[in-house]
């Protein structure tokens, strides 16, 4: 018997680990483009913890002034999970507040800052929803600032590494998520960024950390290398320190940026002819860089205008405006 039931306990093992491996997700995306370059499971929805946080910081950003005070609530003092230790009543401004979020992950900071951006956490999560339609992050619902679990607080690996695409265009955000240490003149204290990456790999920019018992461990980071600019995202991985480095250098070593059409005018009817303002480049490995393809759409309504696809595998990978000339 005691054979047997060892079996059973050894098959019960290998069964968990499986479902377990089979459960992570990843996606790593051209952050100039936003094209997808690899991935398993991109698209699949499932609970992304504090990655929710680079989302917050963008809109609570957009919505408020790094100088505004905030008054700290009894609810957002009290918020469950991580925490900068905030206390009721005391004033601390936007700007500690979002070092505290991405540095800390404070869920604190979090709902103190859907608070005063959003006049309520309520009216906060409808702001985030409407600009992940905005950006079509199709894949993507919230219901929580902070990323606590929710049955439908929701994205993917694809829709984060979009989300830390677009928050990285904003400068405020830039330098708050790539901030090592920093000392805050309103707690007094200094905090150090959860993010190891970006204390120990060279290359790694930005990013943020995350973790609840549902989710697991997640990963968001910004890699540069030269003028290849990278974004990982990693869900539900035990190893996320080890993937990120390994799938960074391999898009790093494998991808170079190809120009695919030069700046100038190209006939494109006996009457017509279009601009390219600048050279288009994209970040194509070896095979993709014999099938890619140009296509021009002119339209009969907007005539002084075409859109210019770069096609691959019958797929536009990257789309921009040229004017039309008669």
Known sequence: MAKVFFAFICMMVVFFSVTQAASASYAVIDAETGRLLEGSSPHSRMP???LTKIWTALIAIENSELDDEVTISQKAALSEGSSIYLEPGEKIKVE??????MLRSGNDAAHALAEHAGGSVEGFVDLMNEKADLYSLNNTDFTNPSGLHHDIHLSSAYDTAQMLRIALQNETFKKISSTI???SPDKGVTWQNKHRLLRQQVGAVAGKTGFTKVAGRTLATYFEEGD???I???LSESNDWQV????ANKIFDNYDYVTVADQGDYQATEEKSVELSKPISILLNKEEEKKVRNVLH?????GQFGIWHVMLNDESIYATRVNVKE
Do not use: E
């Open 48 to 50: 992304i913890a504090s």
């Open 96 to 101: 500690t507040l979002l070092y505290g979020l």
């Open 181 to 183: 240490n920093y000392k």
């Open 228 to 230: 290849k600019k990278v």
């Open 232 to 234: 990982v995202v990693t």
């Open 244 to 247: 990120h480095r390994g799938l």
């Open 298 to 302: 002119l339209s009969r309504k907007q």
